[in-house]
């Protein structure tokens, strides 16, 4: 298992559809690498469209959460799921966002303890009341959001964001989909 990217089939970006080639290769040119996420559900064309389109639609808005905001909700939820896939990747993303070496890392190994801003605290909070219990989300957690200052479209992303990530950490346990290893090493220096 130690070199698989996954237990279940992974594809190359040639393999793609000629559509998730040219949007999977324009990640792959700006990355240096094609991360295992799309390799991995790259067997199932439809489902990585989807995945895609969703997650462009959460994480590459310009409203609302910030862009290091948003990579802050997947980092947390990650961390709360225990998804190695999704924290050591956005974690990276997150490094390079904030250039703060350290944070992903706090977020990601107790995203509970982690010292944070006011406002970052309040929007990790949030989305570990819907990553860790969401049966237990009440409006007490979108008024503690309010009260931090965060707008009904900023608590909607990062309960969206939130949503997302908690499927797929799930999707990732259940490939053991491993990170590739360029993203250890981003964002650590320089």
Do not use: Q
């Not at 491993?178 to 250890?184: C, G, I, T």
């Amino acid at each position: 298992m130690a070199d698989r990217v996954s237990r279940f089939p992974v594809v190359e970006l040639d393999d793609l559809p000629d559509d998730l080639r040219e949007r999977v290769g324009a990640i792959a040119e700006k990355s240096g690498f094609v991360p295992n996420i799309f390799r991995g559900l790259g067997h199932r064309p439809r489902e990585l469209r989807a995945f895609l389109d969703y997650h462009d639609a959460l994480m590459d808005s310009d409203d609302g959460l910030s862009k290091a905001e948003r990579e802050l909700v997947v980092v947390a939820t990650s961390g709360a799921n225990h998804c190695t896939y999704c924290v050591v990747a956005h974690g990276a993303i997150l490094r390079l966002r904030t250039k703060d070496p350290e944070l992903a890392d706090h977020v990601g190994i107790n995203p509970f303890g982690a010292e944070l801003s006011g406002r970052h605290r309040a929007i990790v909070d949030l989305a570990l009341a819907l990553a860790v219990d969401s049966a237990s989300f009440t409006d007490d957690d979108v008024d503690a959001a309010r009260e931090a200052g965060l707008s009904d479209d900023e608590i909607w992303d990062v309960g969206a964001i939130t949503a997302l990530f908690a499927a797929s950490n799930r999707l990732a346990h259940l490939t053991a989909l491993r990170p590739n290893p360029e993203f250890f090493t981003m964002g650590r220096s320089g």
